[in-house]
């Protein structure tokens, strides 16, 4: 079989096929103006005069590539990327200086407890990352153990928002007072 004959084989099989081909109508009407025609002409414009106006503006091409992919600035990125890397480096984060401090001196449990969730609500909200709670040594407690450090050792420990913690040294309050790192 050659090449003549598969030619001949396919005009006989696409002759046997039923021709269903009718005329297509559309129902679209000839010139009508599309939206963008429509648009000009509300204005008072032709859309080919807007075209014209248009194509006689000439723009540098540099510009028009900016203008439709924008553009990236490194050293910024890489200055961000730096700065978040620190900020989330535990050991740079326990040596910075607490960024907002609540004093509960005088407090009852229910009162520090309220006073602790508004002012972690309202640290979360400014999306600080190291506060300082100061509570006092329990010098005037009644009994043995200061009331408001284990208060404030079990709210941090219930609080998901909250993480590491820690005291500082004696020049900022010792074991009278609880540093906490916000969780980003």
Same mark, same amino acid.
């Given at each position: ?18 021709? @269903? ?63 978040? !890397? ?12 607490? !960024? ?39 010098n005037h407690s009644h009994g043995s153990d200061p009331v408001l450090g284990q208060l404030v050792r079990i709210f ?10 820690? @005291? ?11 540093w906490v790192i916000i969780k980003a």
């Amino acid at each position: 079989m050659d090449f003549g004959d598969i030619l001949s084989q396919w005009d006989s099989i696409q002759s046997q096929k039923p021709q @269903h081909k009718k005329n297509q109508v559309s129902h679209k009407k000839a010139n009508a103006p599309t939206k963008e025609e429509k648009e000009a002409l509300r204005q008072g414009y032709s859309y080919e005069q807007i075209m014209q106006n248009e194509s006689k503006q000439r723009i540098n091409p540099m510009e028009l590539w900016l203008r439709r992919y924008g553009t990236v600035d490194k050293d910024r990125e890489i200055e961000e990327n730096a700065r978040l !890397e620190k900020l989330n480096n535990i050991n740079y984060l326990k040596s910075i200086p607490p !960024e907002a401090t609540l004093d509960l001196h005088q407090l009852t449990r229910e009162e520090a407890w309220d006073k602790l969730k508004i002012f972690v609500d309202s640290c979360c909200i400014k999306k600080l990352r190291k506060i300082l709670i100061i509570h006092g040594k329990g010098n005037h407690s009644h009994g043995s153990d200061p009331v408001l450090g284990q208060l404030v050792r079990i709210f941090i420990e219930q609080d998901k928002r909250l993480g590491t913690s820690g @005291h500082p040294d004696r020049n900022h309050g010792g074991t009278g007072a609880t540093w906490v790192i916000i969780k980003a």
